[in-house]
C-alpha cells in the first residue's frame, strides 16, 4: 500500500453494502483500509498463449452473479426516500448528511420507483466499485478470510453479510458459544419489460405518489378479480417448494417471507400484504375496484427488467414461471431471473456487541450489515457507515459514541444492542418509528392552526424526523 497516511490499516471483510460503506467513512476520514472479498475471477492453470487468457472459475456466495462491490441481490430498491413520514427516508436522510458512498451512487443511478428510491443494479455496484477503487486509502484484496481474521489484525469490521462463509461462521460460533447464526432469505424474480401485457396492465404509483425521480406512475399494475386471485393461491400452496435439509432447523426472517409461506398463513394474507389493491384504479374500469394486484418495480435503468415486488419465493423454478404466468398481464412473461431461496446469517448482538458494535469477548473485532440483525440494504449499509467512523475514530485515538437513540441511526444501534437478553428471541429488525423515543402527537400545527385527529400521526412522525436531523447534526458537528 503506497500512502502518505501515518495510521495501521483497519481491515474490513466483506465487499458488500456495509463493508463498502465501511470502507469509505475509514478513508474519508484519512485512514487506510484494507477491504476484502471472496467474490472472484481466479485464472485456472496457464494460458496457452502469451495473448490467450486462460480458463477462469467465477467464485460467488449462493445469492451473487457478480464480483462488483456491493451487489444488490433480493431487490433493487432502498424503500422510501421521504425524509418527512417514513423511518427509512429518515434514515436515507442522515446518512446523506454523513457522507454516505452507498446514498451518493444510489442518487446517481435511481430508476423511477413511484415514492421509493430504487436502482440500477449493475450501475449503482459499478459506481461502488469504481470510486473504491479509485481512492488513494483503499486498497482492495480479493481473497476469503477463511475464521477468525489473523491475531495481529488489531481493528477490523466483520461485513460479511447474509451469507458469511461456514469457515468464519463456525468460528463465531466457537468463540461465542452461541448455537445459530442463520435464517431463510428469498429472492424476487425479475421479467422483460416487452414480455409485459400492457393492454391488462397499467403504469401509477400507489395514490399517485410521487418519488424522488418525480414518477407519480412508477409501478406497473397486474389486476386480479377474486377468481383469479384464488386459484393463484392454490397454485402457490399446491407447487413444489424447495427444501434445504441441512437448513431445516433455520426460521424465516418476517420481513422477507416467501409469498408460499404467507399464502399457507391464510387465503387473504397476499392481497393485505404485496397484493394489496389500495390507491390503485384501474383506467381501463375506473368503478370496478381489483380483488388484488401484484406490482412490478423498474429494475434498471434502461427500464428493460421489472421485479414483482414482495414476491420473494421458494417454488421450484420448473414451476415458478407456469404460476406467475396466471397473473393477467404476464400471461407471456419471460423471466430475467426466477426467484429463490438462500441462507441469511445473524449475531444475538444485544448479548454480543457493544454500542460501538464491538464483539465484547474480542473487542477488535467489530460488526456491521445484516449479520448485526438488522435487515435490509439501507439498514446494512447504516451499520457499514457507523462501524466505519468507529473504527477510524479508534485509529486515531479518539473514540466516538453513538449517535443519540433520537436519530434513526441511533435507534438501529439501540435496537441491535439493547434488550433481548431475557426471553424472547432477538430478531432482524428494520427501521421503523417505533425504535425511536415517543413524542407526544401534536394538536396545532406551526401556524397554530389545530389539527385534525386523523393527520396527528403524520405530523408526529415529522416532529421526530426533524428531532432526528437535529441531533444528527449536534452529533456529528455538519
Not at 289 to 315: E, H
Not at 331 to 352: C, D, M, V, W, Y
Not at 384 to 399: E, N, Q, S
Request: glycine share 10%; proline share 7%.
Amino acid at each position: 500500500m503506497t500512502t502518505n497516511s501515518t495510521y495501521q490499516p483497519v481491515h474490513v471483510i466483506g465487499g458488500g453494502l456495509a463493508g463498502s460503506e465501511a470502507a469509505w467513512q475509514i478513508a474519508q476520514s484519512g485512514v487506510p483500509v484494507i477491504l476484502h472479498e471472496m467474490r472472484r475471477d481466479e485464472a485456472i492453470g496457464a494460458p496457452s498463449s502469451s495473448e490467450a487468457v486462460g480458463p477462469v472459475k467465477k467464485i460467488r456466495t449462493d445469492a451473487h452473479n457478480t464480483d462488483g462491490l456491493a451487489e444488490m441481490v433480493c431487490s433493487n430498491s432502498f424503500r422510501s426516500d421521504d425524509w418527512q413520514f417514513n423511518a427509512v427516508g429518515l434514515l436515507h436522510a442522515e446518512m446523506r448528511k454523513l457522507g454516505s458512498l452507498i446514498m451518493s451512487c444510489a442518487d446517481q443511478h435511481q430508476v423511477p420507483a413511484g415514492g421509493a428510491l430504487a436502482v440500477d443494479r449493475d450501475g449503482f455496484s459499478g459506481e461502488v466499485t469504481r470510486r473504491l477503487e479509485a481512492h488513494p486509502l483503499v486498497t482492495i484484496v480479493r481473497e476469503e478470510i477463511a475464521g477468525l481474521p489473523p491475531e495481529e489484525w488489531d481493528n477490523v469490521i466483520v461485513a460479511t453479510g447474509p451469507l458469511t462463509s461456514p469457515t468464519l461462521a463456525q468460528a463465531i460460533l466457537d468463540m461465542t458459544g452461541e448455537g445459530q447464526l442463520s435464517f431463510f432469505d428469498a429472492i424476487a424474480p425479475i421479467i422483460h419489460f416487452d414480455s409485459i401485457d400492457m393492454d391488462k396492465a397499467w403504469r401509477q404509483s400507489r395514490y399517485d405518489k410521487e418519488g424522488p425521480g418525480g414518477d407519480a406512475a412508477a409501478y406497473i399494475n397486474c389486476p386480479m378479480n377474486k377468481a383469479q386471485y384464488e386459484a393463484f393461491i392454490d397454485a402457490l400452496l399446491d407447487g413444489p417448494k424447495s427444501e434445504f435439509k441441512e437448513w431445516e432447523n433455520v426460521p424465516y426472517f418476517d420481513g422477507c417471507l416467501p409469498i408460499e409461506v404467507m399464502a399457507e398463513r391464510g387465503r387473504e394474507t397476499l392481497r393485505h400484504g404485496p397484493m394489496k389493491p389500495v390507491g390503485l384504479t384501474n383506467p381501463r374500469d375506473p368503478l370496478v375496484k381489483s380483488y388484488a394486484i401484484v406490482q412490478l418495480r423498474q429494475d434498471n435503468a434502461l427500464g428493460t427488467l421489472w421485479n414483482m415486488v414482495g414476491f420473494q419465493t421458494k417454488l421450484k423454478h420448473g414451476v415458478q414461471a407456469d404460476t406467475f404466468r396466471m397473473i393477467p398481464g404476464l400471461e407471456n412473461a419471460q423471466f430475467a431471473r426466477l426467484g429463490g431461496l438462500h441462507r441469511n446469517t445473524f449475531i444475538n448482538s444485544p448479548k454480543l456487541l457493544d454500542k460501538s458494535l464491538r464483539m465484547k469477548v474480542a473487542p477488535r473485532l467489530r460488526f456491521a450489515g445484516q449479520v448485526t440483525g438488522v435487515e435490509g440494504y439501507v439498514e446494512s449499509a447504516a451499520m457499514g457507515l457507523l462501524t466505519g467512523r468507529f473504527a477510524a475514530a479508534d485509529r486515531k485515538g479518539a473514540p466516538i459514541d453513538a449517535p443519540p437513540p433520537t436519530t434513526a441511526l441511533g435507534a438501529l444501534v439501540e435496537h441491535i444492542t439493547g434488550g433481548h437478553l431475557d426471553g424472547g428471541s432477538f430478531q432482524p429488525m428494520n427501521i421503523n418509528y417505533g425504535l425511536l423515543p415517543p413524542l407526544e402527537a401534536p394538536k396545532v400545527d406551526e401556524d397554530g392552526k389545530k389539527i385534525p385527529l386523523k393527520e396527528r400521526g403524520r405530523a408526529k412522525k415529522r416532529l421526530m424526523s426533524l428531532r432526528a436531523l437535529k441531533d444528527l447534526e449536534a452529533w456529528a458537528g455538519v
